[in-house]
């Protein structure tokens, strides 16, 4: 592929639902850094939650060329910011889900360095293959990566909104984070489960190629989920790559266990 300068186009959209009085979601885009967090904690402490991470990683958008210890830096505010949190008077402390992708360089090459915290999910649609990067970290995964649950069952499971991991727990927050080449062309989704939990696979990637615009996209997902029930809050981001810097081909890094060794990262 000839060198080529990297273009990025985003479309964005979020809707409280059917069936909830506040939208807990929340959604940060700008510069190379995209990310979805849906926040917990009763009343408005989810919203809180959800903006207050958000905002403590508003400045990657503003820093040229991301590396891994930006986002740690940024991950660890996010925890104490959300943990800081006065839910007194609520019976339970706020935390959120997050979840998403910034262009990040590793000599000089633009990678996409998913990260992700909880169950709201980002996918990478490259060559009309839709994958899902992220893993979830809920009750109902761990049962699916035991063998005791198909994917299918976990739809449906009474315990799959019951998550592991959280920004704002007592614990600490561990992220997952994984590298992937950014090809010319390539389309990101992240979004809360609240799409997840309405659409299945299929009818999402149905929409993402019957949309080039990543605004219609989003906006389409958002009406999807409403139509097929609409029982939580839902929010979408839909990212298009329309050039990459230089050639990236390689092999991606593993989606577990922080980041990568150096060693199983592609080189020029």
């Known amino acids: ?15 409280r ?8 979601d929340g959604y940060f885009a700008g510069g190379g850094a995209f990310f979805v967090a849906d926040g917990m904690g009763g009343h408005a402490a989810g919203e809180v939650a959800s903006a207050t991470a958000l905002d403590a990683l508003r400045p ?37 889900t997050l979840t998403g992708a910034v262009v990040a360089y590793l000599d000089d090459a633009p990678y996409w360095l998913f990260v992700n915290v909880g169950d709201s999910r980002t996918y990478l649609l490259s060559s009309g293959v839709l994958d ?12 699916v990566d035991a063998g005791t649950l198909t994917a299918e069952e976990a739809r449906d499971h009474p315990r799959r909104h019951v998550i592991t991991r959280a920004l704002g727990g007592r614990d600490e927050a561990r992220a997952d984070f994984r590298y992937i080449p950014i090809g010319a062309h390539d389309r990101i989704l992240v979004c809360s489960d609240g799409l997840t939990g309405e659409l299945d696979d299929a009818r999402i990637t149905e929409i993402l190629l019957g949309h080039p615009d990543p605004q219609v996209a989003a906006g389409r997902l958002v009406e999807a989920a409403i139509g097929a029930g609409g029982r939580d809050n839902i929010t979408v981001i839909v990212v298009d790559a329309t050039g990459v810097a230089h050639e990236t081909a390689g092999t991606s890094t593993a989606p577990r266990g922080g980041f990568a060794d150096e060693d199983t990262v592609p080189r020029d």
């Open 1 to 15: 592929m000839s060198e080529e300068a990297l273009t990025l186009a985003w479309g964005a959209a979020s809707d």
């Open 17 to 24: 639902g059917l069936r909830r009085q506040l939208n807990e």
């Open 60 to 96: 990657l958008s503003d820093i040229e060329r991301v590396e891994p210890h930006h986002v740690e830096v940024l991950l660890g505010t996010a925890q104490e910011r959300v943990r800081a949190i006065d839910t007194s008077g609520l019976g339970r402390g706020a935390g959120t």
């Open 132 to 143: 899902q990067v992220s893993v979830d970290h809920s009750e109902v995964q761990e049962m």
